[in-house]
């Protein structure tokens, strides 16, 4: 049994989905297990890291674990500084239970760098690490997936405000993320143990670029509105996060070009190139018309 966090995320159910396929049986924490859509083989139990109580039982019989606890920094919608607590909770409960494979949800620099976004991944990491166990540490940039933030500004028109439109980044496919993390929790051999693995995508490229291969895609002729760097702030600030998160995030997104480079490492381990924002879009140009 593999125990899958944050399986109606992005990668968490990407990773299900191809769990499933391969004939794994799998079991998805959720705190809405009645709502929770998911494919045959996956069972769907309550689970909140809120409230660790609830967790022994998620846990029980896992042989593998999936960890995904940062909620909030650098997603879409953002929230404040996730708890560290909620990371912590999750090691514990998956070492109580006797798990012996773990992969980690981390970030890019997940275990460097001194600003609270830094500490906070190291930590969360370290939460994992520190353990007798086989584990993985995948520390993906920035998702392909956030582009479906434009959906709503997109069903009512062309035109998509866009912070940070002309930093580029080497987006990457969340299901790259989720077959390397089936991989991770699968093979046999020692091949992943230990491994920490930095990914990108193929491309460099701007949100603008994004847009306009969205565009191609949907057949549509889209326009960016580009948002000044305060507007960024304000938006933060609104939902909630703490001054020194905020500071920290346009730090990283203006003064650093980190996380722009594209890396071999997809390739490397799933011996395919990575695929393209592209090919993301032709994958999900449901999301984006209805």
Known sequence: MILVTGATGHVGGELVRRLTAAGHPVRATTRRPSEARLPSGAEAVYG?????????AAFTDASGAFLMSAQGVGTTPPGPTPDLALALALAEAAARAGVRRVVKLSVLDGGTGTDVIAR????????????????TLLRPGRFMSNALQWTAQLRSGDTVSLPFADRPAASIDPADVAEIAARALTTHSTEHAGGTYELSGPQ??????????????????????G????????????????????NAIMHRTLESDRGAEVLPTVEK???????????WARAHTGAFEG
């Open 227 to 246: 948002l000044p760097p305060e507007a960024a702030r304000s938006s933060m600030r609104r939902y909630g996060f703490p001054p020194e998160v905020i």
């Open 48 to 56: 909140d890291a809120d409230d660790p109580s609830t967790l022994s």
């Open 269 to 279: 381990v799933l011996g395919r190139p990575a695929r393209t924002f592209g090919e």
């Open 120 to 135: 906070w991944h190291a930590a969360a990491e370290a939460a994992v690490t520190s353990h007798d166990w086989t584990w």
């Open 204 to 225: 460099s490229l701007t949100p603008l670029d994004e847009l306009a291969l969205l565009g191609e895609t949907l057949g549509r002729d889209l326009h960016a509105v």
